[in-house]
């Protein structure tokens, strides 16, 4: 489509994301009845970045990810996701350039689904296998992430047999099936015991050193869960931004502390963050 200089006056706030952002929120509000879910947003990922968003409960960081993911459009606001701007794209063919693991989409998967397939599925953007015919290099790369993620010996376990640590990582090596330019996990680690937090930490640590691994998002409200590596952070509180910029800059005490309302104590230790009250 072309704009010409007679319908440019229609366009004067014609939002145009810079060229090397992955991301880009402009103004972003979601809005459900009267309460603003986030409000004003502005955000910008570029390529190569590692981002934390941090927040407590309900400060809208799953929205966040839900609006970033193309799943959810604004209310207010201007959002660019990989060279589109959402409202002016086919979401649906937007979406498979994106990797997303969140617990809703867990939800989509059905129990019965094989792993194999839950992993497979990703490249049709679908959660339940049907009848689809896929190609032998999907199935290949498929079986390959499922090898990298530790899944090998379940990769015909039903979805629904799985613990909690074994259904995140089908999750994450279902996002990266599509070799997405975006990576969007939101709280990979929620419900895993201490071991598997560890063995999540370090894999996600591996995927933040790698040069050729998409841009990624990690959502989550544990300090303990930032894997070295990790390049940016972006506090949410009560749908707004409190701080966003270099993760050294803003995971600190001061600004940790006006995200979770409460005086914390910060410490860190060969990359790794931890957190208790002051
Ligand atoms: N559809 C909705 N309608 C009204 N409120 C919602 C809706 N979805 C989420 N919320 C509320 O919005 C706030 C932000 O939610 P969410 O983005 O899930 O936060 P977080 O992921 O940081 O815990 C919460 O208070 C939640 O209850
Ligand atoms: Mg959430």
Known sequence: MSTSASDAHLHDDLFAPDSDAVLQLRGVTVRRGTKNLIEDVDWTVREGERWIVMGPNGAGKSTLLQVAAARMHPTTGDVGILDEVLGAVDVFELRPRIGLSSAQLAQQVPDGEKVQ?????????????????????????????????????????????????????????????????????????????LAGREKLVAQLTEVAEDEFAPALVLVTHHLEEVP????????????QVVTAGPIEQTLTEEHLSAAFGMPLKVSQHKGRYAAVAA
């Open 228 to 239: 070295p590596g990790f390049t940016h952070a972006l506090l949410l509180r009560d749908g």
């Open 117 to 193: 397939d839950a992993v497979v599925t990703a490249s049709y953007g679908v959660t339940g296998r049907w009848r689809e015919e896929y190609e032998v290099e999907d199935e290949g790369r498929a079986l390959a992430l499922i090898t990298q993620w530790g899944l090998s010996r379940l990769a015909h376990r039903r979805f629904g047999t799985l613990s909690e640590g074994e259904r995140k990582r089908v999750l994450i090596a279902r996002a990266l099936m599509t070799d997405p330019e975006l990576m969007l996990l939101d709280e990979p680690a929620a419900g895993l015991d």
